[in-house]
Nanobody, 122 residues
Framework: QVQLVESGGGLVQAGGSLRLSCAAS????????MGWFRQAPGKEREFVAA????????FYADSIKGRFTISRDNAKNTVYLQMNSLKPEDTAVYYC???????????????WGQGTQVTVSA
């Protein structure tokens, strides 16, 4: 069992930056894929980014490519999402997720955090 806790959300102006963190507990994340998803009001949850823990291979949605960067810190058992050049359409609840089976493509996950709100004002 893996517990995930997101942090770092908040209110930011368009063009600004935020860094989300997802701290994992319960076991080390070696062999896992970690992902970030988001859900805006009235919309379905959508994939944002993913990282293979061991190889650090990364995957990004086209909508955020070049603006967001996913990374991980093995010592802290934490995954990050650096978000730059934020736009109002990035406003959503952002969720961290863990996949223990390294599915391909990295779109299905076994464990989920509670989410953190990101609001980008125009």
């Amino acid at each position: 069992q893996v517990q995930l806790v997101e942090s770092g959300g908040g209110l930011v102006q368009a063009g600004g930056s935020l860094r989300l963190s997802c701290a994992a507990s319960g076991r080390t994340l070696s062999g896992y894929t970690m992902g970030w998803f988001r859900q805006a009001p009235g919309k379905e949850r959508e994939f944002v980014a993913a990282i293979r823990w061991n190889t650090r291979s990364t995957f990004y949605a086209d909508s955020i490519k070049g603006r967001f960067t996913i990374s991980r810190d093995n010592a802290k058992n934490t995954v990050y999402l650096q978000m730059n050049s934020l736009k109002p359409e990035d406003t959503a609840v952002y969720y961290c997720a863990a996949d223990r089976l390294m599915r391909n493509p990295p779109l299905r996950y076994d464990y989920w955090g509670q989410g953190t709100q990101v609001t980008v004002s125009a």
